[in-house]
């Protein structure tokens, strides 16, 4: 049957939350625990290696924006849902939610969905960006598209190009349709402290989530 017309006994557990919010953390910590994740990421980088394009964030955004325009707003979460089918397990988190098409999709093929907001201050996301190192990360140099009008002046300090870059790319997924799919979350956690502090609670949250899912996972 086709995956639009099939509910899925699986539960899916979201992040959602702007870039460098801390959703790759929150992931790490599932990984630890056991749990499955998919990063809505991962499909377009996948896409952008078939065009053999670099991982820039110009090209990724890109490659999300055509997506979505040739197959819809829930593109990349049927193509999630596929991964998430194929493995076969009770719970599958999902990393990087960018829309409220993406949640609803989840909410209307598993079983149960959650979807948990990750939240930290604009500071701290760009710091940690800037920390993490992937190539679609903004950064201090000028890559932006020159035939946007919104382009990036190379004028500008190293530092100033970065959260220019940051806040370009935040505009582009939330015009994705992110900002009313943070609305949307069930559950909220914020980033604002140290990171074993977040580590911390994201763990709990997770044990309340598999706790509420049953004695199935694990046993």
């Given at each position: 049957?086709?995956?639009d017309?099939?509910?899925?006994?699986?539960?899916?557990?979201?992040?959602?939350?702007?870039p460098?919010?801390?959703?790759?953390?929150?992931?790490q910590?599932?990984?630890?625990q056991?749990?499955?994740?998919?990063?809505?990421?991962d499909?377009?980088?996948?896409?952008a290696?078939?065009a053999?394009?670099?991982?820039?964030?110009?090209?990724?955004?890109?490659?999300?924006?055509a997506?979505?325009?040739?197959?819809?707003?829930?593109?990349i979460?049927?193509?999630i849902?596929e991964?998430?089918?194929?493995?076969?397990e009770e719970?599958?988190?999902?990393?990087?939610?960018?829309?409220?098409?993406?949640a609803?999709f989840?909410?209307?093929?598993a079983?149960?969905?959650h979807l948990?907001?990750?939240?930290?201050?604009?500071?701290?996301?760009?710091?940690?960006?800037?920390s993490?190192?992937?190539?679609?990360?903004?950064?201090?140099?000028?890559e932006?598209?020159?035939?946007?009008?919104?382009v990036?002046s190379?004028c500008?300090?190293?530092?100033r190009?970065?959260?220019?870059?940051?806040?370009?790319?935040?505009?582009?997924?939330l015009?994705?349709?992110?900002n009313?799919?943070?609305?949307?979350?069930?559950?909220k956690?914020?980033?604002?402290?140290?990171l074993?502090?977040?580590?911390?609670?994201?763990?709990?949250?997770?044990?309340?989530?598999?706790a509420?899912?049953?004695?199935?996972?694990?046993?």
């Open positions: 049957m086709a995956i017309t099939v509910v899925n006994q699986m539960k899916i557990i979201g992040f959602v939350g702007l460098g919010s801390g959703k790759g953390a929150a992931s910590i599932a990984r630890q056991g749990l499955p994740v998919l990063v809505m990421g499909i377009i980088r996948e896409e290696a078939k053999g394009l670099e991982n820039t964030d110009l090209n990724l955004g890109k490659i999300g924006t997506l979505r325009a040739k197959d819809g707003p829930a593109a979460a049927k193509r849902m991964k998430a089918r194929s493995l076969g719970v599958v988190v999902v990393d990087g939610l960018r829309s409220k098409d993406e609803d989840f909410r209307a093929h079983e149960e969905f948990i907001e990750v939240c930290a201050p604009a500071d701290a996301r760009l710091k940690w960006l800037a993490r190192g992937r190539p679609d990360d903004p950064k201090g140099r000028d932006t598209d020159p035939t946007d009008p919104k990036i190379s500008l300090e190293p530092d190009r970065a959260a220019a870059a940051l806040e370009a790319r935040e505009c582009r997924e015009s994705w349709g992110m009313e799919a943070m609305k949307s979350a069930d559950l956690l914020r980033n604002d402290g140290s074993e502090d977040f580590q911390r609670n994201v763990k709990k949250l997770l044990d309340v989530l598999e509420r899912y049953g004695p199935e996972k694990g046993s």
